[in-house]
């Protein structure tokens, strides 16, 4: 057996917080038990709620691991997924639309779903060039638009707050000289 690096199994998401996906956590678990063996300890280190959360982790990443070594003992890797999808295609007993489905599904996983092309298809890239000069040359050149002016009117402060700035001010240079 190769000893590959473990993927993350990702877990169901639910109403609580018991099921969620704790990466980070896991990883600063894993960092803390070198240091230290101690429930309580890990649980300030890690950043959770109660010693349950702790042991919670530590459950959540054996059996990822074990999931892990079940998969790799049953003979199934990346290569026997790509390896089926690619039969399943060339087969022809599978239907066109799940030929069509399976291949979709391997574009997605290398991010390829999307195609999107701005250009007209059949042409050269100079003909593309010229296409995008005319487009800019035709553009209607739009007026500068008129920006209203307008005249601020501040209003008059009253005198008791003249009195109370003036205050602040004479007691704000007392306690620099």
């Known amino acids: 057996m190769e000893n590959n690096k473990l993927k993350p199994v990702t877990f169901i998401s639910g109403r609580y917080l ?22 309580k300890k890990l649980r300030e280190m890690i950043g959770v709620k109660t010693v349950a959360d702790v042991f919670r982790t530590l459950d959540k990443m054996a059996l990822r ?38 291949i979709k599904m391997l574009l997605k996983s290398l991010g390829m779903e999307k195609y999107e092309q701005e250009g007209v298809a059949g042409g050269s890239w100079e003909d593309l060039l010229l296409k995008a000069n005319e487009k ?4 209607k050149i739009e007026e500068p638009k008129v920006i209203a002016t307008y005249e601020v009117k501040t209003p ?6 003249k009195k109370i700035k003036e205050k602040e001010k004479l007691i704000g240079q007392s306690l620099y000289e």
């Not at 800019?136 to 553009?139: P, V, Y």
């Open 18 to 39: 018991n099921h969620r996906q704790n990466t980070a956590q896991q990883i600063l678990l894993l960092n803390a038990l070198k240091v230290t063996q101690d429930p």
């Open 136 to 139: 800019e040359a035709t553009k």
């Open 156 to 161: 008059k402060t009253p005198d008791s707050v």
């Open 65 to 102: 691991k074990e999931y892990h070594s079940a998969l790799s003992k049953s003979g199934i890797s990346f290569d026997y997924l790509v390896e089926k999808t690619k039969k399943e295609i060339d087969s022809e007993h599978t239907k066109p639309a799940d030929k069509l489905n399976a």
